[in-house]
Structures are given as structure tokens and as C-alpha cells.
């Protein structure tokens, strides 16, 4: 190939695929190392470290190499063709760390000084030779690309700009295709392959003629990077700034974009986009003749301003996407390519507003540095290379300093804060250091805006206002923490819904919400820990993974265990146990309860214990990085901890799972154990596995459930006897084959859930019911538990109305509410002590009612209200059935009989806010009784109502006062 324009293509064609494969390998090596190392912030600092460390030193060690004589594009190609056999060798080297990683583990449990360096030391021999080569590539065609008729800058700046688009495409291919149509093995494969491909075809295409080295301009030789140290250091600077950023933004959006992996693919494709942009730009022979030190300090104070400026947009955030939603929302190509593309797009497109600016001045950076201080072309690649090295250095510092220290001491907003003045008085730095007489007359300017901006940006909180966007009216934040892995929130919100007007309280983790202290979350995560325990014959020791509310580790302790140990990646969610102490049995003030801050999965391979009872309950599997927490191998290490006779339960949703996506789950927990059971609450299933046999002994469990501790625990959740509880079991191991009958089990290597269940999106409910309409048509009576025949008829009643029960949460679930009331009520006549159908069923009417009376359709309503009333024969529901009857009377004008109503739900509920406003209203108005009102009022003022029922009641009590 002789044509020099032909050979440049080609060159910045082989570079740009070089990047898509760099990036793709950078995401399937982190994925590879945490199920090995674990997903803790400190584990995915260590890959981290070790990728941009490795990337620093190879461009420092090759660009010198470079500088004495090496041939570039032979070196180029020798590179590629090194990494690509690594890369082949990676899957063997990764399984020999392992056995590496476990003999040198200490065995202690938790997070460790000596174990973060071991996680490091690790990550570093791992990813230390294929992060070295692919550093040595840019300082390699940069020197070969420095002819007498470009300069450095512009060379340096196409190929950075080049190599960062196609770490970009590399991005968007393995974040959205590869690894899910391939897995992670192949798709390294496939990077492997091309990078050999690549080297072979510079090392024999476009092979350099011996003795021919590159044409180089003829410069002074005193010139170059040592005299300008000020300027490498705040190149440095600017890649720490750039990091951090990104660390810190990552944070944010993903509370607009949700926990998905999308989200992150999408914000780093964003973030790539702007710096190969910005470099593209800057890298135009246009930009030759400016000064590119005076324009790179304002490019620093620019980053800085426009991240400050971020803050400001993302506290308006709610009203700018629901703006680009009514533009962009439905109706275009990407709504159709993205995953809940309809919502998602317009906070994508947010989002690339919010970024882009910084990033692109980001990029642009590089080639005005090399434009400034790299003018010996003789040493171009050692030049370009300790350039490259400090920068990275910067970048290992920025996501280390944010994540560790920024983060869990002030909070996202404040840091991003903190770092965009850091970029601010670099640039201004620089300014007055070297070009003073345009700091004159810009350093008032930049105090003037920069200083008023900050001040003003600093009376909000992004994180925090971004979390409670997704409360429900009247719900009031009662912790919110921001930690190093994740934000976390408590939330409780009044409800009419619920026994005694019981709050619903919730714990939010990165936006989404995880778990809760509710009647139906209850059930599941109580549940979660009864049903092992009460099939086990003597359970001493329990392990619980994933703390959630603690909910599910309380309920262990209700059987007596000698310890139950919890582990969980976050503290702050240990710290917000405190707020579900109703739910947990006041779980964290209880000796035997040890809380340990690890990954689940790291713990369970590295632990030297072994338990009687382990529980997992992750998130959902359509969350980022969680995926691994539901595959076969992660079943296998459970086994690994479990003592003889022990049993695992795991909770598997059947919420945002697409039918395939579920029987994934249920399949990869099937071939993990020789004994299976599927049990299913209200909510979801839970799978019950032991490589010993189950046995459902119903007198023993009967007995057991007699213990204060568990009866109490139980019938909160509507658990009054053993055939209520023993009706949740669904099917066994023989049923369950048939089920997922063709379907592959989710298996590390290929985590595909991860990437097909967020295209559930908003139709998450509906899908639901499809997976227990599937479950219901295996579901099959079990034979053998009864030693009498009476005992069989009566579990034959429960069993059978749990059947019809459960086809009305297929029914409520697709949204039909009068088919599920049909079903509920058939329940109930099987068996009048269904408590979950009779729950079910009031809480279906109270819904109901309550639109009846806003709707003024009295009539029904009352009759409603009538048949209600005879259900709820426990009175649950007691104020809030008076307070409803009381309200149809008032809006018919009954006022005396509404004001019976009234004191009849304060009677049963005293603190009963509506019932208090209502009543003081009745007796403002049609009762004239204005000294009762007032004294209403002042009470329900008591009780903390919302900014808006306060501010009603406030413009009452002054019309009283006229």
C-alpha cells in the first residue's frame, strides 16, 4: 500500500476498531473479575486501578522504546498480535488466579486493609501485560503519524479521537449485543481474533521499508515535554477532573435512567462521545496557529463551569424530560432501538446535554497539551507516551478520590461541585502562571460568574432531589445516605390500604425500590426465612444475603438460631435497619445477628463456615450487576457452605422477567440441587433447595409454629395455621422439570437476563401474572405429607382456594380488577379462612369505594361498603370502612349521620388524619360548631400532614378566626 493517504486510512480504520475492541474487553474483564473478586467499590476500584494503571505504563514504557529506534507500525502490529493471544489465554489465566486468589485469602470475613491489596495485587498481575500492550499503541502511531506535513498536535489529536470513538462503538456493541447474543468467553473470542487480524494486516500491508523511519520536522532540540512540567502536571489534572466526573455523574443519571445495564452503557457512551468529539475538533489543521496552552486553561475553567452548570439542570430535571418527552417520547427509530425506549430516551437525551459540554472540552484538551509542549518529534512517542501516563494517573486518582472519600463525605452534588473548581483553578492557574495579561482581565470575570453560580448551586442536593422524584404524593424521606456503592433511601407513605393505616415503608437503593415493611412484602421476605427453617429438623447456624429491610433475617431468629450472620455490599443499608425495626424484630439490637460489608457472592467463596440455612434475595436480575446473583454457579457455591441437611432459599421475581427470562432462573436453580421445591407468596416465588431430601412433615412444622416468636411473626402476615402456610407450596422438582422443559439455565458466562429483562419495561406487572398464569398450570396437589385422612380434606380445602386465589392475582395483574374479585370471593366460599384472598379482596373493594365517593356514585358504593364490612369480620379495615360511609353521607347532605361515621374511625383510630379534617370541616360548616373545629385542626396539625394539607388546614383555622 503505497499511497500515503491510503496508508494513513487505513491506519486510523485499524485504530478505530482497536478501540471498540479495548473497551469491549475492559467491560467483559471487569464482569469476569467481579464474579471472582466481587462487584464492592472496593473490588471494582482494584480492576479499575490495575486497567488504567496498566494503560498509563504501557504508554510510558513504549513510547521510550519508540524513541530509540523501534519501528512503529512493526511494534504496532507486534502489539495487537501479543494482546490478541493473552486475550485467548485470559479465560485459563483467570481460572488459575482463582486458585491463587483462594490460598492466599486470609478466610476472614468482610472487608480487609489486606484484602483490598490482595484484590489489587491480583487485578494488576491479571490485567498488567494486555493493558500494557494496548498502552503502547497510541504512543506508537503517534510517532509514526508525525511527518513534515502535520503536526503533532493534530496527529496525536485524529488518532486519540479516533481510538476514543471507537472505544465508544465498542461500548454501545458489548453493552447492548455481544455479550448477550455471545456471553462473555466468546465475545473475547471475537476481540482476540480481530486484534490478530489487525496485526497481521499492519504487519504485512502496511509494513514500513527498512531503513525508511518517519519523516520529522526539523526542530530545536532543547524543546519538549521536560520544560514543561506545569503543563503535564495540569494535563494530569485534567484527566483526575475527567474521572471523578464521570464516577460522579454515573451516580446521578442512573437515578433518571434507572439501575439497568443500558443505563451504564448509555452514560459512558455519552461521556466517550464528547471527549472523541471535543478531540476531533481540536485535532483540525484550523486550530494549528492558536495557542494551545492559553486555550487549554480555558478549556479547564469551561469544564468546571458546564459541570457546575450540570447541577442546575439536573435539579430541573423533572420538567426538562417530561419537555423532551412530549417531543422525542414515541414515534422515532430510537424509541424502537432502546430498551423502554419511550421513557428512556428523553432522559438519554437529557443526559447527553447534561455531559456533553464538559466532555467535549474533556477531548479537546489532548491535542492542544501536544500542541504546546510536544515539539521534539524526534521523541514524539515517549513525548505522547508520558504524556498519556500522567493523564491516566489523574484518571486512577479522580475515580479513587470520588468514589472513597468524596462520595461517603459530602454527597454527589457537593463533590461534583468540589471537582469542578478543582478544573476551575487549574485553568486559572495556568492563566495567571503563564499568560497574565489576559488574567487580568479574566479573573474578574470568571469570579464573577463562577463564584454567584456556585453559591447558588450549593442550596440543593441533585442526589437527593432525584430520589424522592419517585416517591408518591405524601411520602416523607426518613434516612437518605449516599455511600461509595450506592444511595440509599427509607421512605414512608400513608396509605389507606393497609391495617390501621400502617405507613408503607421502603428502603431505596440507587432509585429503585428494594424491598419494604408492608403486609405483602412482609409476607415474602418473613416467608423467605419460615419455610427453610421449619423444614429443617434442628437449624443452629443461618446466613442471609442481601440485608433488604432485615425483615427476612429477623424471622430466622424467631426459631432460635445460635447466630444468623448477614452480609450485604453496602453499610448504609445496615444503617437503615433501624427504620424497619417493626419489620425486622428489631433485628440489629439482637447479639446474635452479625452484620458483614462484603459481596455475597465473594463471601460465599471465600468463607470458611458452613450453615444450616442460607437465604438470598438480591435485587431484581434486571439491575445492573446483580445478574450473578441468580446463575447456576452462584447456586453451586451455596452448596459449597452448607452443612449436612442444610437448605437454601431464593427469592426469584416473576416481575420484569419475560417468560423465558423466569424459567432462566427457576432452571439454573434446579440443576444446582438434588432437591427442589418451588413455594409462591402473594408476591413471588420462592425456590427451596438441599441435596438432602425435603421432607414436609405438617405435625412437626404445626408444632413448631406454635413457638410465641414464629405465631406472632406469622399471623402478621396472615399465616394463622399450618394449612395456610403449607397452601403456598406450588410444586416439586418433578413438576418443575416439566416447566422449564427446553429452556437453558443462567449460567455465569452467559448472564443474558440482564440484558432481556429490561425490555419488560413498564409492562413488568403483566408479565407477572403470565408467569404465575404458567406456574398454576404445573401446579399439582402433594401427596404423602398427611398422616390422616381428615388432615388431607382439610389441606385439600386450603389448597384448593390458594389456587383460585392465586388465578385472581393473575386476573389483578393484567388489570382486571372485577375477574379478580370473582376469583377472590370463589376463594373464600372453597375457604372462608383465606386471609390472603379476604385481604385481597377488601383492599380491591376499599379502592373501589374510594372512587365511588369522588365519583358521587353513592348508591354502589354503599352497597360496596355493606359487603365489605361483613368480609373484613376482623376489622381490619374498621376507620377506614366508618370514614368512607361518613363521606357519603357528607356529600349527601346527612351531616349528623356523617358525623357519627366520623367519631366512629377516630374511636377505632384516633390519630386518623382524614377523619380528623373531615370531621372538623363538618363541624365548621354544616354543624356550626367552630371551638370543635379549631380543636380538630390543631390536632391533625399534630401529626405532621404533608407542605400542602398544612398550608389547607392553616387557611381554615384563620377562616375560623373570621
Known amino acids: 500500500m503505497n499511497s500515503l493517504r ?103 470475613e468482610g472487608v480487609s486493609f489486606y484484602l483490598i491489596v490482595l484484590r489489587l495485587t491480583l487485578a494488576i498481575i491479571l490485567l498488567a501485560v494486555p493493558t500494557i500492550l494496548m498502552g503502547g499503541t497510541l504512543p506508537a502511531l503517534s510517532r509514526y503519524m508525525a511527518d513534515s506535513k502535520k503536526d503533532a498536535g493534530s496527529s496525536v489529536g485524529k488518532l486519540y479521537a479516533v481510538n476514543t470513538f471507537g472505544a465508544m462503538t465498542g461500548c454501545v456493541a458489548a453493552g447492548f449485543l455481544m455479550i448477550e447474543l455471545f456471553g462473555l468467553s466468546e465475545t473475547l473470542r471475537i476481540g482476540a481474533v480481530i486484534n490478530l487480524l489487525i496485526g497481521f494486516f499492519v504487519w504485512i500491508v502496511l509494513r514500513e521499508k527498512e531503513g525508511t523511519p518517519a519523516r520529522v520536522p526539523d526542530i530545536k532540540k532543547d524543546s519538549g515535554v521536560a520544560k514543561d512540567g506545569m503543563l503535564v502536571v495540569l494535563f494530569g489534572v485534567s484527566g483526575f477532573c475527567a474521572l471523578a466526573l464521570e464516577v460522579l455523574w454515573t451516580r446521578v443519571l442512573v437515578l433518571l435512567l434507572n439501575n439497568t445495564t443500558y443505563a451504564f452503557a448509555m452514560i459512558l457512551t455519552i461521556f466517550l462521545m464528547g471527549i472523541g468529539a471535543g478531540s476531533a475538533v481540536m485535532a483540525r489543521p484550523r486550530w494549528k496557529s492558536v495557542n494551545g496552552g492559553r486555550l487549554f486553561a480555558f478549556f479547564q475553567v469551561g469544564i468546571g463551569f458546564f459541570a457546575i452548570l450540570s447541577l442546575a439542570g439536573l435539579s430541573h430535571s423533572s420538567f426538562i424530560v417530561e419537555t423532551l418527552n412530549s417531543l422525542f417520547g414515541s414515534g422515532n427509530i430510537f424509541v424502537e432501538m432502546i430498551p423502554g425506549g419511550e421513557r428512556l430516551v428523553p432522559a438519554i437525551l437529557f443526559s447527553f446535554f447534561i455531559v456533553f459540554p464538559s466532555t467535549f472540552l474533556m477531548g479537546g484538551g489532548m491535542p492542544l497539551i501536544v500542541k504546546t509542549i510536544s515539539f521534539r518529534a524526534d521523541k514524539l512517542g515517549g513525548e505522547v507516551g508520558r504524556l498519556y501516563a500522567v493523564n491516566t494517573l489523574g484518571c486512577v486518582l479522580g475515580s479513587l478520590f470520588a468514589g472513597y472519600f468524596l462520595i461517603p463525605m459530602l454527597g454527589v452534588h457537593k463533590s461534583i461541585v468540589i471537582i469542578s473548581l478543582i478544573a476551575v483553578a487549574s485553568g486559572v492557574y495556568l492563566l495567571n502562571a503563564r499568560y497574565k495579561k489576559e488574567s487580568r482581565v479574566w479573573n474578574p470575570a470568571f469570579a464573577v460568574i463562577i463564584i454567584p453560580l456556585t453559591l447558588f448551586i450549593l442550596r440543593s442536593d441533585v442526589g437527593y432531589l432525584l430520589s424522592v422524584q419517585k416517591l408518591d404524593g405524601g411520602s416523607t424521606v426518613l434516612f437518605y445516605e449516599e455511600g461509595p456503592s450506592a444511595a440509599v433511601m427509607v421512605s414512608s407513605t400513608p396509605t389507606d390500604m393497609s391495617i390501621g393505616h400502617k405507613p408503607v415503608k421502603r428502603i431505596w437503593i440507587n432509585g429503585d425500590p428494594i424491598a419494604g415493611v408492608f403486609r405483602e412484602a412482609l409476607q415474602l421476605e418473613r416467608l423467605q426465612a419460615h419455610i427453610p427453617l421449619l423444614l429443617h429438623h434442628g437449624p443452629k447456624s443461618g446466613l442471609v444475603i442481601c440485608f433488604g429491610t432485615g425483615s427476612t433475617a429477623g424471622a430466622a431468629l424467631a426459631h432460635g438460631l445460635d447466630d444468623i450472620t448477614v452480609v450485604d455490599i453496602s453499610p448504609e443499608v445496615f444503617r437503615a435497619g433501624s427504620y424497619f425495626a417493626d419489620g425486622n424484630m428489631s433485628l440489629l439490637d439482637n447479639g446474635k445477628a452479625r452484620l458483614i460489608e462484603e459481596d455475597g457472592r465473594s463471601f460465599l467463596l471465600t468463607s470458611k463456615r458452613k450453615f444450616d440455612f442460607i437465604s438470598s434475595e438480591p435485587p431484581p436480575p434486571s439491575n445492573a450487576g446483580v445478574v450473578s446473583l441468580y446463575t447456576k454457579e452462584y447456586y453451586l457455591l451455596h452448596k459449597d457452605r452448607l452443612k449436612k441437611g442444610g437448605i437454601v432459599s431464593q ?186 384472598a379476604r385481604y385481597a379482596n377488601i383492599t380491591l373493594n376499599l379502592s373501589a369505594i374510594t372512587s365511588a365517593v369522588a365519583s358521587g356514585k353513592a348508591e354502589m358504593g354503599l352497597r360496596m361498603l355493606e359487603d365489605t364490612e361483613r368480609l373484613d369480620s376482623d376489622g381490619w379495615f374498621a376507620s377506614q370502612l366508618h370514614f368512607l360511609k361518613g363521606m357519603f353521607f357528607a356529600k349527601a347532605g346527612m351531616a349528623l349521620e356523617a358525623e357519627q361515621e366520623f367519631k366512629a374511625a377516630i374511636s377505632v383510630e384516633e390519630n386518623y388524619f382524614l377523619g380528623l379534617v373531615n370531621l372538623a370541616g363538618l363541624y365548621a360548616s354544616s354543624l356550626n360548631r367552630p371551638l370543635e373545629a379549631e380543636k380538630l385542626y390543631r390536632k391533625a396539625l399534630s401529626l405532621s400532614p404533608s407542605k400542602d394539607e398544612r398550608k389547607a388546614i392553616v387557611k381554615m383555622l384563620e377562616r375560623l378566626k373570621n
Not at 677 to 691: L, R
Open 6 to 108: 491510503s496508508r494513513h486510512i487505513s491506519i486510523y480504520t485499524v485504530f478505530f476498531i482497536s478501540g471498540a475492541v479495548g473497551l469491549a474487553y475492559q467491560i467483559v474483564w471487569a464482569r469476569q473479575l467481579s464474579l471472582l473478586l466481587g462487584v464492592s467499590i472496593y473490588a471494582v476500584s482494584a480492576v479499575l486501578v490495575a486497567f488504567l494503571g496498566g494503560l498509563g505504563l504501557g504508554s510510558e514504557i513504549f513510547g521510550r522504546l519508540i524513541d530509540k529506534g523501534a519501528r512503529c507500525l512493526r511494534l504496532y502490529a507486534g502489539l495487537e498480535i501479543a494482546l490478541g493471544v493473552y486475550v485467548l489465554l485470559f479465560p485459563f489465566l483467570l481460572g488459575l488466579m482463582e486458585k491463587v486468589y483462594l490460598l492466599l485469602h486470609s478466610g476472614n
Open 651 to 836: 427469592w426469584i421475581p416473576l416481575h420484569h422477567l419475560s417468560k423465558v427470562d423466569f424459567k432462566m432462573l427457576v432452571a439454573a436453580f434446579l440443576e444446582s440441587f438434588r432437591y427442589v421445591d418451588m413455594w409462591y407468596t402473594k408476591w413471588d416465588a420462592i425456590m427451596i433447595g438441599s441435596d438432602d431430601k425435603i421432607g414436609i412433615d405438617v405435625e412437626r412444622i404445626r408444632e413448631r409454629m406454635e413457638k410465641p416468636e414464629i405465631k406472632a411473626s406469622l399471623e402478621e402476615i396472615g399465616v394463622t395455621n399450618v394449612y395456610q402456610l403449607v397452601s403456598d407450596y406450588m410444586m416439586n422438582k418433578e413438576q418443575l422439570k416439566k416447566f422449564v422443559d427446553g429452556v437453558k439455565p443462567l449460567y455465569d458466562d452467559w448472564p443474558v437476563v440482564e440484558f432481556t429483562s429490561p425490555r419488560v419495561g413498564d409492562e413488568g406487572v403483566a408479565v407477572k401474572g403470565d408467569n404465575l398464569a404458567g406456574l398454576l398450570r404445573y401446579r399439582k396437589f402433594p401427596d404423602g405429607l398427611f398422616a390422616s385422612d381428615r388432615q388431607r380434606d382439610i389441606f385439600k380445602r386450603y389448597f384448593e382456594s390458594q389456587s383460585i386465589f392465586f388465578a385472581g392475582q393473575v386476573e389483578k395483574s393484567n388489570g382486571k380488577k372485577g375477574r379478580a374479585a370473582g376469583y377472590y370471593n370463589r376463594s373464600l366460599k372453597v375457604n372462608s379462612d383465606n386471609l390472603d
